[in-house]
């Protein structure tokens, strides 16, 4: 975890106006993205779908961009900016709950998931690292390349990195990126690239279904819409099977290959090729990292006050009420009911995590919400899944990128400095990600 003492220290807001402010800010943007509701549109053979989650992240970020500009009441400055950071990190420990008990839940569908599925998994691993980590130490990127190309960004890595790392770390800001690059670029950028490559005709049509589960439901759709409409019409049940199969798997299994595989080795790669290739670039080592770090504030050093921590989850748990509400239509009690059960999850291993300050909190929370998860392993494990299932996996997505808009918003002079090269790492590392699993997969067939 980055120390705080490491970098210039942004007070949190002041008092508990500026924390309400922020929290009645972002469940408003929350239901204004949820009222706009995805968008679709064809790009090429493929579809790009823009669901509310990627405008509540440029709602925000605009927001905080523009604070001068925006009346008092609804002003979040910078330091309100900061403080979402520190809630961010807290917020997607419900992200980790939720994901936990999907992948306790799915577990007997992983068990008929064969060994072609198993094996790809390897792909989606490594595949952003072995294309994404020497492009980016090439560009002169530092420890934010590991952030960037341990994987492909998605919500489950932000809470990895954010509980190594710090939000406020090279690697935070890293991964951050990465996420903002898939979720704004992402969809397009793999349609056109699935396309591309199933029109060489070099890969069997199931391996590049199995490529298309990256992990994110956007992204597998967009690829697999551009692979499917260079198929034969009967192909497309049993394509769509596969992608959904892959996409389950990398959502079930990814979180942890990440966490124990490619982190690790992405980390380890890093302090040995970049004395290597980064001789290669003109940047200097203060140029996007060292230099970038004096410029980033930090919300919160270590672990938030509790009281914090629950706003936190206040502001996610609120946020999902809405979105599952207003585009999923589950009505407010039964989501009231799920969301219940995954902050008593939560709070348990917090309370835990106090009396255990060495704990590892996203691995002991990932263990506990998976086994509990599990049909029928305990008396109450069926009720759980029953109860937590009605909580739309895309509506913990919306609040946590809202609270994201805003610290894009305050590190804008970090992205900056990135610039187009952590744009062109980030989609390396996707292209790393769908190619890799693709070409294990293709030994199979």
């Not at 500009?69 to 420990?93: D, M």
């Amino acid at each position: 975890m980055t120390s705080a003492a490491s970098v210039p220290v942004t007070a949190a807001p002041s008092g508990a106006s500026g924390k309400l402010k922020l929290a009645v800010v972002t469940l408003a943007i929350v239901a204004a993205a949820e009222l706009v509701g995805p968008v679709q549109f064809s790009v090429g053979p493929g579809k790009v779908a823009l669901l509310p989650m990627l405008w509540a992240l440029l709602i925000a970020a605009v927001w905080g961009i523009a604070y001068r500009r925006v009346p008092g009441v609804a002003r979040v400055a910078t330091a309100e900016q900061s403080f979402a950071g520190g809630l961010l990190n807290a917020g997607l420990l419900l992200f980790v709950v939720k994901l936990g008990l999907t992948v306790g839940a799915a577990l007997p569908q992983v068990k008929q998931a064969g060994w072609a599925l198993l094996f790809q998994e390897f792909g989606h691993a490594l595949g952003t690292l072995a294309l994404g980590l020497p492009l980016a130490l090439l560009l002169g990127i530092k420890r934010e390349a590991v952030g960037a190309t341990f994987s492909v960004g998605r919500e489950g890595n932000l809470v990895i990195i954010g509980e190594k790392y710090g939000m406020a770390s090279p690697e935070g800001r890293g991964v951050l990126a990465e996420y903002i690059t898939g979720t704004v670029l992402g969809a397009l950028f793999i349609a056109v690239l699935a396309g591309f490559i199933a029109s060489l005709h070099v890969f069997d049509p199931r391996s590049l279904a199995m490529g298309a589960g990256v992990g994110s439901g956007s992204l597998m759709a967009a690829a697999l819409g551009a692979i499917a409409a260079q198929q034969p019409a009967e192909m497309l049940p049993q394509l769509t099977a596969i992608a959904a199969a892959s996409n389950l798997l990398t959502t079930v299994a990814g979180f942890y290959f990440t966490l124990f595989l490619s982190l690790p080795l992405c980390s380890w790669l890093y302090g040995k090729l970049e004395p290597v290739l980064g001789r290669f670039s003109k940047r200097g080592a203060t140029d996007a990292g060292t230099a970038a770090m004096s410029q980033v504030s930090v919300a919160h050093g270590g672990a938030l006050p509790l009281r914090d921590t629950l706003i936190a989850w206040a502001v996610v748990g609120g946020g999902v009420l809405i979105g599952n509400s207003l585009t999923y239509k589950v009505p407010l009690l039964v989501s009231l009911e799920g969301m219940l059960a995954v902050v008593a999850i939560a709070l348990a291993v917090e309370g835990l995590k106090r009396l255990v300050p060495r704990l590892p909190m996203v691995l002991v929370l990932s263990v506990v919400a998976t086994v509990v998860g599990i049909p029928g392993l305990l008396p109450f494990s069926d009720a759980l899944i029953a109860l937590t299932a009605k909580l739309n996996f895309l509506a913990f997505t919306t609040p946590v990128l809202a609270l994201a808009g805003f610290s894009v918003a305050k590190d804008l002079p970090v992205f900056r400095q990135l610039g187009w090269r952590i744009v062109v790492v980030s989609l390396t590392a996707t292209a790393g990600t769908f190619l890799g699993a693709t070409l294990i997969a293709e030994f199979f067939h």
